[in-house]
């Protein structure tokens, strides 16, 4: 038998009395949590290809000053804090890197590299308790996504629907409900409440709330098809600006 500590963990990193292959779990976080970094980064820092009327990259909106009158970097640079501050502090996505990159801990039972566990009280993990701002930012980001996927059915001759129409409208579907999904917006619908009936604008709340809950069950879900879903519409957009594919109309 292990050594194990009071909560019944073994000490030692990556010391566990498990017998299955706990580690496997980790290799998709890894695969794809490392490719959306690789990609995004390099996309913010490419700064073209952006833009193929009437379709603008979720990555790239809303498109701020692309003729650098003002910032020579590229427009990217200048957005994607937000919502990527949001998805960085997300309490999913935290349990995700903490265990595919940081491996603290490397898995559930499974003896991790310190003795000690702060939790998130200090420098820089204390700043995770940020994220309920990072909701209200990333609030307003999709409204502007949801603008551009409406924008997606006006080309220069008139109303239409294309593939890239539907991959844009399919995207910011995805991002709305995994950020209305939040823990924090489900929290401040009446998470926080102990008696609804007593609250102002109670029976309201309560069936928000129920409503939030709903979404937030699989909010693990919706967070991986929605970074899924918005580096592939990044990447059509990206195909069909530079001319690599033809934006095929539907209608």
């Not at 490419?46 to 379709?55: Q, R, S």
């Not at 991959?167 to 991002?175: G, H, P, S, T």
């Not at 998470?191 to 979404?215: E, M």
């Amino acid at each position: 038998m292990a050594d194990s500590d009071a909560a019944g963990i073994p000490r030692g990193f990556g010391k566990t009395e498990r017998e299955d292959a706990w580690w496997i779990e980790n290799l998709p976080f890894i695969i794809v949590l490392g490719a959306f970094a690789i990609y995004t980064t390099w996309r913010a820092f490419e700064g073209k290809f952006y833009w193929t009327d009437p379709y603008l990259s979720p990555f790239y909106s809303p498109l701020i000053d692309p003729e650098h009158h003002w910032w020579p970097f590229s427009p990217a640079i200048l957005i994607l804090g937000g919502p990527l501050g949001f998805r960085l502090t997300c309490y999913y996505y935290r349990k995700a890197y903490y265990r595919a990159f940081l491996l603290d801990p490397p898995s559930c039972a499974v003896g991790e590299g310190r003795k000690h566990y702060h939790g998130e009280t200090s420098f820089p993990f204390i700043l995770q308790n940020v994220h309920r701002y990072f909701f209200y930012i990333a609030v307003i980001f999709v409204a502007f996504l949801w603008y551009d996927a409406i924008r997606a059915f006006f080309f220069p001759q008139g109303f239409g629907v294309g593939v890239g129409t539907l991959v844009m409208l399919l995207n910011i579907v995805l991002l709305s409900i995994y950020t209305f999904s939040c823990h924090s917006l489900r929290h401040l619908a009446g998470g926080k409440l102990d008696c609804f009936s007593c609250s102002t604008f109670g029976p309201v709340r309560h069936t928000a709330w129920r409503g939030i809950t709903r979404l937030n069950e699989n909010h693990m879900f919706w967070a991986w098809a929605s970074m899924i879903s918005v580096g592939l519409t990044d990447l059509y957009i990206r195909l069909v600006a530079c001319g690599a594919i033809k934006d095929i109309r539907l209608l």
